[in-house]
């Protein structure tokens, strides 16, 4: 998704929201590792200086900063590639500040899932007409052909520690519905599992 869809070019500035779960902090690792400039959105002090450790740009705390003025200061020339895994009002917030020809790349929408029912859709969509940008949404079973490479490419940089995917493990089966608790509330860093035995 980030590579083939958000197709990130050295210099462009690449936000990601939900940066500090699985998927988002591997997409901020390798948008660094392309060159770009990287601006991840998570939940709390702890996530952000974990994320500033591995070397992204700048980070937003959803939780007690104000996003639009975050995006304001920290994107001065716009959003080149958003690589969203939220949804909502981050995703309105971050379409108002879109570079000309941006590319939206939708992973998914963590802020939605709970109430499915009743979704909220972006209400700024006008600006990818207004600044000639474009938004596609992806699960990774659209490009079968490319899971073999990305498995090879993820281990090589894992391998040799340029990206590191942090794990939170929960014990026991009991444990499964404060894992699905920590999903929603933004409470774990990088995978969530549970182990039952």
Known sequence: GLLKIGDPQPGETVLVSGAAGATGSAAAQIAKLKGARVI??????????????????AMIDYKSEDIRARLAETCPDGIHVFFDNVGGAILDAVLDHLALRARVVICGAISQYDDM????????????????????????FHFPERMAPAKAKLSEWLAEGSISLPEEILMGIDAYPEALQFMFSGGNLGKLMVKVS
């Open 117 to 140: 029912d009743h979704v909220t859709g972006p209400s700024m969509y006008l600006r990818l007409a207004e600044r000639q940008s474009v938004m596609e949404g992806f699960a990774y």
């Open 40 to 57: 991840g959105i998570a939940g709390g002090k702890d996530k952000c200086d974990w994320l500033l450790g591995t070397g992204i740009d």
